[in-house]
């Protein structure tokens, strides 16, 4: 595995354990400074400082939110320091409200070189399902 290829798994590593520890610093830290996200339901926000604002708003929504990357793919482009893959997700949470439940989904993510650190260009959450731990909840992405 070329280094290229370590350097994106620690930057999904390290954005999911920002979320874990609700460590803003490590998480905006790993956008591209013009970077795009894309939570669906018509929210995008472009640009990190606007990207760290609506997460800090949206984890004021959780008492507690576990997230695992469970697989992961990407192509890099070595000579034009960018890329594209997808990368997997659990999350397990406790709302501020005190409902609990699982989301399982993967983002679609862009990647980008800057000044030789692998950051997230853009990343486009993609929920298959969202709902009570016992999986009750229809799937989003059920075939037929």
């Given at each position: 595995?070329?280094?290229?290829?370590?350097?994106?798994?620690?930057?999904?590593?390290?954005?999911?354990?920002?979320?874990?520890?609700?460590?803003?610093?490590?998480?905006?830290?790993?956008?591209?400074?013009?970077?795009?996200?894309?939570?669906?339901?018509?929210?995008?926000?472009?640009?990190?400082?606007?990207?760290?604002?609506?997460?800090?708003?949206?984890?004021?929504?959780?008492?507690?939110?576990?997230?695992?990357?469970?697989?992961?793919?990407?192509?890099?482009?070595?000579?034009?320091g960018t890329g594209s893959g997808r990368c997997y997700i659990m999350e397990h949470y406790v709302?501020?409200?005190?409902?609990?439940?699982?989301?399982?989904?993967?983002?679609?993510?862009?990647?980008?070189?800057?000044?030789?650190?692998?950051?997230?260009?853009?990343?486009?959450?993609?929920?298959?399902?969202?709902?009570?731990?016992?999986?009750?909840a229809p799937f989003q992405n059920a075939w037929g």
């Amino acid at each position: 595995m070329s280094s290229s290829r370590f350097a994106i798994t620690d930057l999904t590593h390290l954005y999911a354990d920002a979320v874990v520890r609700r460590d803003a610093e490590q998480w905006a830290a790993t956008w591209a400074p013009d970077a795009v996200w894309e939570l669906g339901k018509g929210r995008r926000v472009e640009g990190r400082e606007a990207i760290l604002e609506l997460w800090n708003s949206a984890m004021d929504g959780f008492h507690a939110v576990v997230q695992n990357v469970v697989n992961s793919t990407a192509t890099l482009d070595e000579d034009a320091g960018t890329g594209s893959g997808r990368c997997y997700i659990m999350e397990h949470y406790v709302r501020a409200d005190d409902t609990r439940g699982i989301l399982l989904a993967h983002y679609d993510d862009e990647y980008t070189r800057v000044d030789d650190t692998w950051l997230f260009a853009s990343r486009e959450l993609i929920v298959q399902y969202s709902g009570p731990r016992d999986l009750s909840a229809p799937f989003q992405n059920a075939w037929g």
